[in-house]
């Protein structure tokens, strides 16, 4: 039989396609485009697992499907290279981050060469390139010099906004800033000097310095976004976080809210991604309402939905890190309240909104005024309060919310019913004189209720109307080293951009990648991190970006790569548009998916871009879990236990490395090779084998189950490893990977193999005509392919590959018009044995330059049917008739079949019933 010698085969056609720059994509005016896209992989030092893959096998099909349809495709790769891993390798080693990330980038791109991916390579960027941050420092510098104008709903330019101020100054002017910017006259304005100017502007800028309550932590020298931080605790190496306010550097993301939840009514995204975002928006339509502090100048305004429940406020709440909080607690209860705060304030934001069991708090010792009434009710701080949701106050309510009534309840505080008529005399009035309900009566008259209530606090002067959202402004600064350095200055400790032609801001070199002993960024250990201008020298900032920044745009880059006088060009940008097809993790909902669709609006705004939604289609593909392998050691002794006889032992069982195990089966070498405390290992087998237990978790190097996709290729071939990989289950299901089970997916592609060449290994096709039946198991692919195309049901596809090959097979078809378009039909998934194939069958071009074969659906439409033929109820023979044939012809050749014949024994039937189509039923 001939050889499949699939590394040769392989390595052959990734010379071939890099060679010819195959995949090259251009602005093509004449083609419909097609622009398919992978999440932004980060290149760590361990190199890809055969998880990693997954989401870039589906959209490579994708493209090299969309191709074959006659599209323009866009496919590229890169690399979102700047981040924490690196720099504390740096931090370790001394070893500056820029080798590590050449290394790791080398090494992945290694890996994903050998996969057969249709990347065009030519079109790869490196967030850490300066040619690259060069770009996203520009774009940086344009937020700093917009704001939002309310009236046009739109990011303007700050010039148009300090025209405004010269002229009418900004008591009506509608535009999103800080919340208690001053009111102040056009004279007030241009009588202000130009240090003051700059501080009123940066209460309205895009892009400002504020001081902000961050997570902080010290062993790492750098704030920590929410993801990074679990229960206290920094993800990377488990240091300790504290909360605690800083001057940083934040995006005025809140200004695009209402936008970005209603652009997600024109993504094809899933359902449950689409609620993550509108929940962590978290838009609430209600009042804000000022309490007064009873013997005390403060006062503490709350947001509520609920308005009309104030009668039943038995208490309100601060959040722990609140300065008001400290401000306003007594003498007798500062000991027990103060010491609360310090362990409250530093847990993160996300544990205490997701722990709805843990009840905590103090009591300040402070009252507040309810403003309806006069009353006076307990300040009380609790950590279910967020400094940065609302105000950072909340007006509880017990008997109307849950997590008022736990607190409540376990405080033995006060819990009031508010019904209906208990408005007491010189209240507001409202329907037949009351506004005030239990939450009972109809959403109707809520809401009217809503309407009469804030009309009540804006006419006293002590409240208004508001709409709050849950999202907050985005911190954009860490106190890192490997990051885009800001492009600013600061000049009498105020912010100023350097000049555009000074771009890129490049790194500077350091001693240390750690702060300064005094607690100052990396930065601050340049010998000369200044900025040279007319007026000065004056100190650059020494905060970098966020990682999420250089992952905000890349795709907008993508398209014009190399492109030195402009993030990209507008005609090539707009000719791409959206991304068509975005595949990865779910774990990016809130936050990588967020950013880009907010930088995308502003780009928007800017008019550099025609598109405000980056990604049109988006899917979420599952995570492979391993396949973890285990062996059972008899305690206290270096003996092991085949699973099936570990009952009859007292033994525990032990992680063993997946690599040395087959089909279950330990390699008993390979193990006590693989470590040096099980050289003198001993086995106790069952059926001369050891056999080890399994169970899925997830894959991770502590477990010994991660597969190295470089192995299955070394031993399988890549085409086996994508078909397996999709074969496994939908695409957006979890799933363990079990390699027991990838020889059938090899011995598939043999078969493939087989098909064009006959038994003495000879390529051997024949020009003659195929018949019905190798038609049929042709089209019958074609079909369920394209149908699984518009589904992205990638593992039934491999199923209709396997039967089209097994029916085929069967057929012993060697045909030209069938084996042509069947390979033209797996080369998405197979692209190496298939563009071999083809190179054999003649072609010249790639096989990716060939055309989809058209689906023909008279290929599937029967023209003949296997009778079953019933002899007195018991079906005794099948004979294949011709769809076309009439009762008296069906019933002439039954009666005419020798088996029949037999079975009749020369009587004639008392009776014929005859269905076409489906049964010949003979009564004797």
Same mark, same amino acid.
């Given at each position: 039989m001939a050889e499949y010698t699939f590394r040769e085969i392989e390595k052959k056609w990734q010379a071939y396609w890099e060679k010819n720059q195959t995949f090259l994509a251009k602005v093509n005016p004449d083609k419909p485009k097609f622009y398919t896209l992978d999440m932004f992989p980060y290149p760590s030092g361990a190199g890809l697992h055969v998880g990693h893959p997954l989401g870039y096998i589906a959209s490579d099909i994708v493209a090299r499907f969309k191709a074959l349809k006659g599209f323009n495709v866009l496919h590229p790769m890169g690399y979102d290279s700047f981040g924490l891993p690196a720099e504390q390798y740096a931090i370790q080693t001394g070893q500056h981050p820029a080798i590590t990330t050449e290394q790791n980038i080398t090494r992945y791109t290694e890996q994903l060469k050998n996969i057969g991916f249709a990347f065009d390579w030519s079109k790869e960027v490196r967030t850490s390139n300066p040619d690259y941050y060069k770009w996203t420092q520009w774009i940086f510098m344009k937020l700093f010099n917009s704001y939002y104008d309310q009236d046009a709903d739109k990011a303007l330019s700050i010039e148009s906004l300090i025209s405004k101020f010269e002229t009418i100054g900004n008591a009506s002017v509608k535009a999103v800033c800080d919340d208690e910017t001053p009111t102040f006259s056009a004279d007030e304005w241009n009588a202000f000097s130009d240090q003051e100017k700059q501080e009123m502007l940066l209460k309205y800028r895009l892009t400002f310095l504020a001081e902000t309550t961050v997570n902080w932590c010290s062993a790492l020298g750098t704030v920590l976004s929410n993801d990074e931080v679990k229960d206290g605790f920094s993800e990377r190496g488990g240091h300790p976080v504290e909360r605690k306010k800083m001057m940083q550097w934040s995006m005025r993301i809140t200004a695009y809210a209402d936008r970005l939840l209603k652009g997600l009514d024109k993504v094809d995204w899933s359902e449950p991604i689409k609620e993550m975002q509108r929940n962590w928006i978290g838009k609430s339509i209600g009042a804000e309402v000022i309490f007064d502090v009873k013997d005390s100048e403060e006062k503490i305004k709350v947001f509520t939905t609920r308005v009309d429940t104030i009668y039943g406020v038995t208490y309100l709440a601060l959040a722990p890190e609140s300065d008001l909080a400290a401000a306003l607690i007594t003498e007798d209860q500062r000991e027990q309240a103060e010491a609360y705060i310090e362990v409250a304030k530093n847990r993160s934001e996300r544990e205490r909104m997701s722990d709805v069991k843990t009840i905590s708090g103090a009591f300040t010792g402070s009252y507040a005024i309810n403003p309806f009434n006069g009353e006076e009710i307990q300040i009380w701080v609790a950590d279910y309060v967020l400094a940065g949701y609302g105000t950072g106050a909340v007006m509880a309510v017990p008997a109307h919310d849950e997590r008022d009534y736990n607190f409540a309840k376990h405080f033995d505080l006060e819990i009031r019913q508010v019904i209906e008529g208990s408005m007491e005399e010189g209240s507001f009035p409202g329907k037949d004189g009351y506004i005030i309900n239990s939450g009972f009566i109809s959403n109707m008259y809520m809401k009217e209720a809503m309407i009469k209530a804030i009309e009540f606090l804006e006419e006293k002067g002590i409240g208004k109307g508001k709409i709050q959202y849950r999202m907050r402004d985005a911190i954009f600064t860490r106190q890192r080293y490997w990051g885009e350095p800001l492009p600013v200055y600061f000049k009498e400790g105020l912010p100023y951009l350097v000049d555009e032609k000074d771009l890129p801001l490049v790194l500077p070199e350091v001693d240390k990648y750690l702060p300064t002993e005094d607690g100052e960024p990396p930065l601050a250990r340049a010998t000369d991190w200044t900025y040279k201008t007319a007026d000065g020298e004056f100190p650059l900032e020494k905060s970098t970006m966020p990682g999420w920044a250089g992952s905000s745009w890349y795709f907008f880059r993508y398209t014009d790569p190399k492109n030195e006088s402009e *993030?990209?060009?507008?005609?090539?940008?707009?000719?791409?548009? !959206?991304?068509?097809?975005?595949?990865? /993790?779910?774990?990016?909902?809130?936050?990588?998916?967020?950013? $880009?669709?907010?930088?995308?609006?502003?780009?928007?705004?800017?008019?550099?871009? $025609?598109?405000?939604? @980056?990604?049109?289609?988006?899917?979420? %593909? /599952? =995570?492979?879990?391993?396949?973890?392998?285990?062996?059972?050691?008899?305690? /206290?002794?270096?003996?092991?236990?085949?699973?099936?006889?570990?009952?009859?032992?007292?033994?525990?069982?032990?992680?063993?490395? &997946?690599?040395?195990?087959?089909?279950? %089966?330990?390699? #008993?070498?390979?193990?006590?090779?693989?470590?040096?405390?099980?050289?003198?290992?001993?086995?106790?087998?069952?059926?001369?084998?050891?056999?080890?237990?399994?169970?899925?978790?997830? =894959? $991770?190097? $502590?477990?010994?189950? &991660?597969?190295? @996709?470089?192995?299955?290729?070394?031993?399988?071939?890549?085409?086996?490893?994508?078909?397996?990989?999709?074969?496994?289950? @939908?695409?957006?299901?979890?799933? @363990?990977?079990?390699?027991?089970?990838?020889?059938?997916?090899?011995? *598939?592609?043999?078969? #493939?193999?087989?098909?064009?060449?006959?038994?003495?290994?000879?390529?051997?096709? !024949?020009d003659a005509e195929p018949s019905q039946k190798e038609y049929k198991a042709l089209h019958k692919a074609i079909k369920k392919l394209e149908e699984d195309m518009e589904n992205f049901s990638f593992n039934t596809s491999v199923s209709s590959f396997m039967i089209c090959v097994n029916e085929l097979t069967a057929l012993k078809s060697n045909k030209r018009k069938i084996l042509e378009p069947l390979a033209i039909l797996i080369s998405p998934y197979a692209p190496h044995i298939t563009e071999e194939l083809w190179s054999l069958l003649g072609n010249e071009e790639s096989i990716t330059k060939a055309t989809f074969p058209a689906f023909d659906e008279s290929y599937l439409v029967e023209s003949s049917f296997e009778y079953p033929v019933m002899i007195n109820g018991k079906m005794r023979v099948k004979i294949n008739l011709d769809l076309s044939l009439s009762k008296d012809q069906i019933q002439e050749a039954a009666l005419a079949d020798e088996t029949v014949k037999k079975w009749l024994d020369g009587k004639a039937p008392k009776k014929i019933i005859i269905v076409p189509g489906k049964i010949v039923n003979l009564v004797v």
């Open positions: *993030f990209a060009d507008k005609a090539k940008t707009d000719y791409w548009g !959206s991304v068509d097809l975005y595949i990865g /993790g779910s774990e990016h909902a809130t936050g990588h998916l967020l950013y $880009s669709r907010f930088w995308t609006k502003f780009l928007y705004d800017l008019g550099v871009v $025609s598109i405000d939604e @980056p990604f049109q289609k988006m899917i979420n %593909q /599952g =995570m492979i879990q391993g396949r973890s392998n285990f062996v059972y050691r008899v305690k /206290g002794t270096n003996q092991f236990v085949s699973h099936g006889l570990k009952d009859q032992y007292d033994t525990f069982a032990m992680h063993v490395d &997946v690599n040395i195990v087959y089909n279950d %089966q330990l390699n #008993l070498d390979k193990f006590k090779a693989w470590r040096p405390d099980l050289a003198d290992a001993e086995f106790i087998l069952e059926d001369g084998k050891y056999i080890c237990g399994s169970e899925v978790e997830k =894959m $991770s190097k $502590s477990k010994y189950n &991660v597969v190295n @996709p470089d192995d299955i290729i070394e031993r399988y071939g890549a085409d086996t490893l994508r078909l397996y990989e999709m074969f496994l289950g @939908p695409l957006e299901q979890f799933k @363990p990977w079990n390699t027991n089970g990838i020889d059938g997916v090899f011995k *598939f592609l043999r078969k #493939l193999w087989n098909l064009y060449h006959n038994n003495a290994g000879e390529f051997q096709v !024949s």
